[in-house]
């Protein structure tokens, strides 16, 4: 079954680090999108890319944060200067064709210290 | 703004038990996702209503669209059943709305042998 994944599994960065989170998303499939699920909350919704192009943002997804998919492949978040509030699991995931079942990746555990 | 409540938030069985974890939503939506959290983090989605009911093995999902209701059943519950199960909801598409997922903040369940 395809999958989507994602590197680092874990990552420890400095405050005000850049970072750069990446996924593989099922190449088939339009939608991409980033969440984020800080530890005790509830999984929230940062950003979707459609079509090459960010097709709809979050208020948390401020200046510092960007996506691209550089290669037609990779998809990537990048954070540039964390905050310790960053510290979250991050999220990677697709929607097939049909336009309802979501693949997710297994995530990615940011540490800011 | 439509919010996803879960309960109960934390649930005890013993094997064997009938489970029962319920969300109720506040606004029109076009589809409902229940979706399992395991302990390392990883995110498996589980059903996809938009109304009825659905059954997959021992997990059964059902919808009230009058009510704004969904439950997800488990029978004849088993220890590797403990996780968490998050309910989340999806907008009617349209502009601004990219199928991105409102999430509830999960039912975490322990069944205990």
């Known amino acids: 079954e395809p999958e989507v994944t994602q590197t680092p599994s874990h990552q420890v960065t400095q405050m005000g680090q850049e970072v750069i989170l990446r996924c593989v998303p099922i190449s088939n499939h339009l939608y991409f999108y980033w969440y984020r699920q800080i530890l005790g909350q509830k999984v929230e919704f940062l950003v979707s890319f459609y079509n090459n192009e960010i097709s709809e943002k979050s208020e948390i997804f401020d200046d510092q944060f960007s996506v691209e998919r550089p290669d037609g492949s990779n998809f990537t978040l990048k954070i540039r200067s964390t905050k310790l509030e960053d510290s979250a699991m991050y999220f990677c995931?697709?929607?097939?064709?049909?336009?309802?079942?979501?693949?997710f990746g297994s995530g990615t555990r940011l540490t800011v210290v | 703004k439509n919010e996803v409540e879960q309960s109960p938030q934390n649930l005890t069985a013993q094997e064997g038990e009938f489970i029962t974890i319920n969300c109720s939503y506040s606004?029109?939506?076009?589809?409902l996702h229940w979706l399992q959290q395991h302990p390392g983090g990883g995110i498996v989605s589980l059903f996809m209503l938009s109304s009825g009911k659905k059954k997959h093995g021992r997990l059964i999902a059902t919808i009230n669209i009058q009510e704004k209701h969904s439950s997800l059943h488990i029978t004849a519950s088993h220890p590797r059943d403990s996780a968490v199960y998050i309910c989340a909801v999806r907008f009617p598409f349209g502009a601004g709305n990219n199928r991105k997922l409102i999430w509830g903040l999960g039912t975490s369940l322990a069944v205990n042998p």
């Open positions: 995931a697709t929607l097939d064709r049909a336009g309802y079942g979501y693949t």
């Open positions: 606004v029109g939506i076009s589809a």
